[in-house]
């Protein structure tokens, strides 16, 4: 088994990171990278977007010629990890010798990790391993009411998490309404913001004792967050400055420039 290691940091840190672990090429431009890994070990690629508040979407698409296992430390802003898999399977478990949990096709997974032991990801040899991850911090993420529900659904005292369970469709939804949001710039990363804070607040619901009741009403109301968006898409540019504004303090979204390091 190839064993590697990834030291958690900024996101551009732990781009480069997988860079040299898997032997890739990393390209990365407005807060998006794309890792493309044709080595003699592994083939597929890595994707990722991190938004300014520190939430952030992955993609894995990946075939190994060896069984490998990934160890990662645990992150300073403790997030809360949410995982869909689409194609194979992926083991986990808290530290080397910890309980292992499978995570297959058409299954998702909650997982958080705030504690010294390493989460340690496991792959199959020969396997095309497709899974998607949305990761929320909860340290310094700013919207604090949801914030303060994921960690109360998805975090306990020992700092280790773990949650598997079948996919729910409504969020294989979500995820590809994501993935093929049309629009660019500021029009775009509203849109794929919204989304994705949509799938975490169904997930807290469906996670909560009463979701059967609620679910419903929470999707409604993302639809016509996610209706309002596009129509900023069909605005001339003063218009659609205006309404970005508008939409910006009406749903609490901001935007900060961050540091950004492009791999080499």
Known sequence: MRKLYLNTGEFDTVFNDLKDSFCGKLTAKNNEYNLEINSKWTKGSIKGTRFDDKVLFM????????????????????????????????????????????????????????????????????????????????????????????????????????????????????????????????????????????????????????YLKTFDPVVNIAKRQINEIKRISTMNFSEMVAAAKLFRTKYHFSFKPYNQKLAS
């Not at 297959?104 to 032991?117: C, F, P, R």
């Open 59 to 210: 993609h894995f698409d990946l075939e190994f010629h060896q069984e490998v296992s990934l160890s990662i430390e645990s992150m300073k802003t403790a997030p809360v990890f949410f995982v869909y898999c689409e194609n194979g399977t992926v083991s986990h478990s808290f530290g080397a010798n910890g309980e292992k949990k499978v995570l297959s096709k058409n299954q998702s997974a909650v997982l958080s990790n705030s504690s010294v032991i390493n989460s340690v990801l496991y792959f199959e040899s020969y396997k095309r391993i497709q899974f998607t991850l949305l990761g929320m911090p909860t340290l310094t993420n700013r919207d604090s009411e949801l914030v303060s529900q994921v960690k109360q659904r998805f975090t306990n005292d020992s700092g280790n998490y773990i949650y598997v369970g079948k996919e729910n469709p409504k969020i294989s939804d979500k995820i590809q309404e994501y993935k093929t949001v049309p629009q660019k710039g500021i029009v775009g990363t509203l849109l794929k913001k919204s989304i994705l804070k949509n799938i975490i607040e169904m997930e807290v619901e469906q996670h909560s004792f009463n």
